[in-house]
């Protein structure tokens, strides 16, 4: 690897602090917090284009909110979303709450836009956030990890619940789930239990992520295949991303679609997976 920022023992030592840093090699940089695992990953000649799978899946939240006016975003991490709403939206106006400061502090390695009436990133909870901060969102995107994956904080029946409550009646709720997360199917259900069960869950296009769109209408899985198709077809053609297998995994999860009430057990902790594919 080449044009590593800093030498191997400091990075050890980085990644042993818990500290964000950033690693650069070939056509790439990316975000970590250790050696192992990637938090982010930026293109360095287009670096606003998304590179890595989970994120890209994402953007099927363009099917059910064309032109958000109000963005909230739980994790920056290297800007990815962050730069590719302020880019796609230029009328929204979008605040992304971030917990840790390493992780700020690296937003102009990454390009992130600077602070500006319509983009504002904030030091703080994201729990707290979506309690007290975040009203009347017409999208709200939640990828917030640390080193032990979900925290704890960003998964309780609670927080599921101040985001259903913070979303406008129009909007869109995203969240990203690790695959191999065995908390999943209690994840899923709080969100169901929330969202009035208007939730649906597809795997992204790198297998290593689980996606669930909730909303508190029936757009999620009212509107017809074909309209979705239709507009797969278009979103693919202006922007080069796989809108169209986006869809196609949207319609197959809601041919199997089943109430969450009927297939997840009282006990959260015995809930059995929906396999929603």
Do not use: W
């Amino acid at each position: 690897m080449s044009d590593i920022p800093m030498n191997f023992d400091a990075l050890l030592a980085a990644g042993n602090d818990k500290q964000a840093f950033v690693m650069r090699g070939g056509a790439f940089q990316s975000l970590h917090f250790d050696l192992t695992a990637v938090q982010s990953k930026m293109a360095i000649d287009d670096p606003y284009r998304l590179v890595l799978g989970y994120t890209k899946t994402m953007l099927a939240f363009r099917f059910f909110v064309a032109s958000p006016k109000r963005i909230a975003m739980i994790g920056l991490g290297g800007g990815s979303l962050a730069k590719y709403c302020h880019r796609a939206f230029p009328l929204a106006t979008i605040e992304v709450c971030e917990i840790d400061p390493t992780v700020i502090a690296l937003r102009d390695d990454f390009l992130v836009p600077q602070e500006s009436p319509r983009f504002t990133v904030r030091c703080s909870n994201g729990a707290y956030y979506m309690r007290n901060c975040a009203k009347q969102v017409e999208l709200l995107l939640v990828d917030g990890f640390d080193l032990k994956g979900l925290p704890a904080a960003l998964c309780s029946q609670s927080f599921y619940d101040d985001c259903a409550a913070a979303l406008a009646p129009e909007g869109i709720a995203v969240f990203n789930l690790l695959a191999l997360d065995a908390g999943n199917p209690t994840h899923v259900y709080r969100m169901s239990r929330a969202f009035g069960n208007n939730v649906i869950v597809i795997k992204a296009e790198d297998g290593l992520n689980y996606i669930a769109f909730a909303s508190r209408n029936a757009a999620l899985l009212g509107t017809a295949d074909t309209r979705l198709l239709q507009h797969a077809e278009a979103l693919e053609q202006e922007s080069g991303y796989g809108f169209l297998s986006y869809a196609r995994r949207l319609i197959a999860s809601r041919r199997s679609y089943v109430n969450a009430e009927e297939i997840f057990a009282a006990n959260e902790i015995n809930a059995r997976v929906v396999k929603r594919r």
